[in-house]
């Protein structure tokens, strides 16, 4: 059965600390400690046997973490994420259309965690570029009158990116579990009059009324912060930093159950 070591807060432990901590298993490394201490939301190591998630435990206790350690079935698995491209938090309720503009409406208690934030997520960008590998002679040959023409040739080039990308995820009590918002791809028709040309801000408006309308909702950091001041942004490092924080807050809150069972 495997094991987890969890934070009891979200404060992010030290490189220091968690080097210190990870001598007590040779797995560990001093790499690790580094990778962990950037992307530590909640979960700090799992899949550990019983043994040395005690040592483990015991090591980050004495190096001042506080954790503790849990059954890693325990953890909530996150439903897939269903992409919204149209939605509308109306005071009564949460209502999201499909491709068809069909509307499926969840009361606002249905409405169990809004996870909010910029999210660093790798991207492939494709670009050509035309570049000149030589020339064709004209004419006679070198003289009056005589052109060379150029030979250029066609550069394709895939490049991988890392891009801040605005992600606004409603987790529900019900099917389908997760809606998935991405701004670039959300109809902010529902705003009206105070939409505004900037999807950056459309989507801040957007998270702050359902974060004011979900009240019996959990906030991840984001959500909580652009609820507080819409001009203020919460990043994560990376999409599983992003998504283990909600993993650890609906663990933290209550025994969650999947929406599809």
């Known amino acids: 059965m495997p094991y987890a070591i969890v934070q009891n807060s979200l404060d992010p432990p030290s490189v220091e600390q968690l080097a210190r901590a990870f001598t007590a298993l040779p797995s560990l490394t001093d790499t690790d400690a580094a990778t962990m201490a950037r992307d530590a939301f909640g979960i700090l190591v799992g899949g550990l046997e019983l043994a040395d998630a005690g040592r483990l435990l015991q090591a980050l206790h004495a190096a001042g973490v506080d954790a503790e350690m849990v059954d890693e079935k325990s953890l909530p698995p996150l439903p897939p994420a269903k992409p919204c491209r149209r939605a509308e938090p109306r005071d009564d309720a949460f209502v999201a259309y499909n491709h068809l503009s069909r509307a499926t409406s969840f009361e606002w208690p249905q409405v169990v965690l809004l996870a909010a934030g910029a999210v660093r997520l790798s991207e ?4 050509t570029e035309e570049r000149l590998v030589g020339h064709v002679g004209g004419g006679l040959g070198p003289g009056p009158g005589y052109e060379a ?3 250029t040739r066609t550069v394709h ?18 099917a389908p579990g997760r809606y998935r918002i991405d701004p670039e791809r959300f109809n902010f028709g529902y705003l009206g009059a105070r939409a505004q040309h900037s999807r950056a801000r459309n989507y801040v408006a957007l998270v702050r009324d359902c974060v004011a309308r ?6 991840n950091r984001g959500a909580y912060t652009i609820g507080q001041d819409p001009t203020a942004s919460f990043a994560y490092r990376s999409k599983h930093a992003f998504e283990e924080e909600s993993i650890w807050l609906l663990w933290r809150h209550f025994v969650w159950r999947d929406p599809a069972v």
């Open 124 to 127: 492939w960008r494709h670009s």
């Open 149 to 151: 023409t150029p030979i």
């Open 157 to 174: 080039k895939d490049s991988e990116q890392q891009v801040l990308k605005p992600i606004l995820d409603v987790f529900l009590s019900d």
């Open 214 to 219: 979900a009240t019996g909702a959990i906030l």
